[in-house]
């Protein structure tokens, strides 16, 4: 994501953008790296401060968290402060714990992070970045999350253009509404797509287990 490439997102509308960074350079290069081995920490940085201070396209840094790297998220948080990147209308971070919800997740099951291990980490982190400037303090929305499957128009781009409602089904895709090959029809994918109708259709009132909810 280049000057470049940033300038022309934003001047085709797209408002925001998710990068990822999982750690230091370190602890980043050992899990995201190319297929040449090399890593890819330097260029994500040095590709947002070439165009973080010019164009309006918001980033938000996305740190995903379990065992093997909570300890070190703390150090990038400072990092990213020192590379000047906080205290920006236009980038933030934000903590998202590793899970293993499908069957090509159970690899790393063990590293993951007990709930109650979740919660306390990125509290304290949440406290650290507001600190320095790296995230901001906000009234709830009416709406918390980002969860494509219950948005309209909101949906996933896997790699190869298939598009999907839901993160956790991203690599099966029996579950895909469509492709962004296929843009136009895509549009349409609520009439004629039966993945997309289900998605819809969904309410928490005609589950029985959601039905038990004290809340609703």
Same mark, same amino acid.
């Given at each position: 994501? %280049?000057? /470049? @490439? #940033? &300038? $022309?997102?934003? /001047?085709? &509308? +797209?408002?925001? @953008?998710q990068i990822t960074l999982d750690g230091t350079e370190k602890v980043h290069d050992a899990r995201r790296y190319l297929l040449s081995k090399m890593g890819t920490f330097d260029h994500i940085l040095s590709n947002i401060l070439s165009w973080i %201070? /010019? @164009?309006?396209? $918001?980033?938000? =840094?996305? =740190? %995903? =968290?379990?065992?093997? !790297? @909570? /300890?070190?998220v703390g150090d990038l948080l400072e990092y990213l402060a020192k590379m000047e990147l906080n205290n920006k209308n236009n980038f933030r971070v934000y903590f998202s714990p590793v899970e293993s919800t499908t069957s090509a997740c159970k690899a790393i099951e063990e590293f993951t992070l007990e709930k109650t291990e979740i919660a306390k980490s990125i509290y304290k982190l949440y406290i650290k970045a507001i600190v320095l400037g790296l995230h901001e303090v906000v009234m709830p929305p009416g709406m918390l999350g980002l969860c494509t499957a219950v948005r309209k128009n909101g949906f996933i781009i896997a790699p190869d253009g298939e598009c999907h409602k839901c993160f956790d089904l991203i690599t099966f895709n029996k579950y895909s509404i469509g492709s962004i090959l296929d843009y136009e029809?895509?549009?349409?994918? $609520? +009439?004629? !797509? &039966? %993945? #997309?109708q289900k998605w819809a259709n969904f309410s928490p009132l005609k589950n029985d287990i959601c039905k038990t909810c004290v809340i609703l």
């Open positions: 994501l %280049n000057a /470049e @490439v #940033a &300038k $022309s997102l934003y /001047e085709h &509308k +797209i408002s925001n @953008v %201070n /010019e @164009v309006s396209l $918001s980033v938000s =840094i996305r =740190i %995903n =968290i379990d065992k093997r !790297n @909570v /300890e070190d029809k895509l549009l349409s994918l $609520s +009439i004629d !797509n &039966k %993945n #997309a």
